[in-house]
C-alpha cells in the first residue's frame, strides 16, 4: 500500500501539471513536432514541480504524521533526541536540523526538507517506545546522513528530470496516434478530449517505468544512510536497529514520505527500500 501510494502522489503531480501544459502550448504556439520548444515547458513542469514539492516538503511531512517540532524539551525523552541529533548533526559537519516528534504506533522516521540548512528529522513514539537508545540513535544516525548525502535534493532532481521525459513522450505518442488517424485527409485525428486521454495514458504508463528508475536509487541511497550510520554511530547499532525493524508492523507514512521511511519491503522494482537481511549484509560486508 505505501509503494501504490508513492506512486499515485507522483502519477498525480504529473497528470496535473500535464493538463495545465497542454492548455499552455496551444496559446503560445508551441506545436508537438517543436520537439525542442515541448522539450523545455516539460522540463520546467516537471523539474519545477518537483523542487516545489521539495520546498514545501517540511510542511507537508508535518501535516501528513500531525508532527510536532520540539522548540524546547518538555521531558527527558525530547530532551534526548535533540541533543542526540545535535551531537550527530556535528559529527556530520551539519546545521543543526529541526526536530519532531509524531505521535504513531509504527516505528518509523523519516529526514526531509529543501536543503541542508534547511531540514527536518522527525522520530515516531512507536519507535521511541521499542528500541533502546542505541537503535533509536542508529535511526537517527540513519537520517541525519540522508540529509548529509543530500538525499532529499537528489531524489527531487531524479523525480523532475524523469517527469520532464514522461510529458514529454506522452504528448509524442498521443502524436503519432493523433497522426496515424488522420491519415492524409484534414480534420479527422482525435479532438482534443480524446488527445488529453490518451496523453493521460501514456503518462500512467511511462510514469510506471520512470517510478522503477526512482525507486532503483531509493533503494541505493539507503544502503548509503545506513553506511554514513554506521560511520557516525558504529556498524553494530545499525545492525541492532535493523534486526530490531525486522520484528516491527509495516510503516503507515504515507505518500513522498514513504521515500524518507526506513521500513523496507521485499525487495522488487518497485520497492523504494532494499530487503533488511540485504542491509544487515552489506553492513556486516563493510
Known amino acids: 500500500m505505501r509503494t501504490i501510494l508513492f506512486l499515485a502522489t507522483n502519477l498525480a503531480v504529473i497528470t496535473t501539471f500535464g493538463f495545465f501544459l497542454n492548455l499552455i502550448l496551444p496559446a503560445l504556439g508551441i506545436q508537438v513536432g517543436n520537439t525542442v520548444g515541448l522539450l523545455i515547458f516539460c522540463a520546467l513542469f516537471g523539474v519545477g514541480g518537483s523542487f516545489i514539492s521539495l520546498m514545501m516538503s517540511k510542511r507537508l511531512a508535518l501535516m501528513s504524521v500531525r508532527g510536532k517540532v520540539i522548540e524546547q524539551p518538555r521531558n527527558a525523552t525530547e530532551q534526548w533526541v535533540m541533543s542526540t541529533v545535535e551531537r550527530l548533526a556535528r559529527q556530520a559537519e ?7 516528534i509524531f505521535d504513531s504506533p509504527a516505528i518509523n522516521a523519516f529526514a526531509t526538507g529543501a536543503s541542508k540548512d534547511n531540514s527536518l528529522v522527525a522520530i515516531s513514539t512507536g519507535l521511541l517506545n521499542a528500541m533502546n537508545q542505541d537503535e533509536a540513535e542508529a535511526v537517527l544516525a540513519h537520517e541525519v546522513s540522508h540529509i548529509a548525502n543530500g538525499d532529499m535534493v537528489t531524489m527531487a532532481l531524479i523525480q523532475g528530470v524523469l517527469n520532464t521525459f514522461v510529458m514529454f513522450f506522452a504528448r509524442i505518442v498521443a502524436s503519432i496516434v493523433d497522426n ?20 493521460w495514458v501514456a503518462e500512467i504508463v511511462f510514469g510506471l517505468l520512470a517510478s522503477i528508475v526512482a525507486m532503483w536509487f531509493s533503494r541505493q541511497r539507503e544502503y548509503r544512510a545506513d553506511s554514513g ?58
Not at 496515424?180 to 496523453?199: I, K, M, P, S, T
Open 94 to 100: 551539519l546545521p543543526m536540523p529541526e526536530v519532531a
Open 180 to 199: 496515424a488517424l488522420r491519415g492524409d485527409e484534414e480534420g479527422g485525428g482525435l479532438g482534443f478530449f480524446a488527445y488529453l486521454a490518451v496523453v
Open 229 to 286: 550510520a554506521g560511520e557516525l554511530v558504529g556498524n553494530h547499532k545499525m545492525i541492532a536497529a535493523l534486526q530490531r525493524l525486522k520484528t516491527s508492523q509495516p510503516s503507515q507514512l504515507e505518500g513522498q514520505l514513504t521515500a524518507f521511511g526506513i521500513i523496507g519491503k521485499p525487495s522488487d522494482l518497485f520497492a523504494s527500500h532494499p530487503n533488511l537481511d540485504d542491509r544487515i549484509n552489506a553492513l556486516r560486508n563493510r
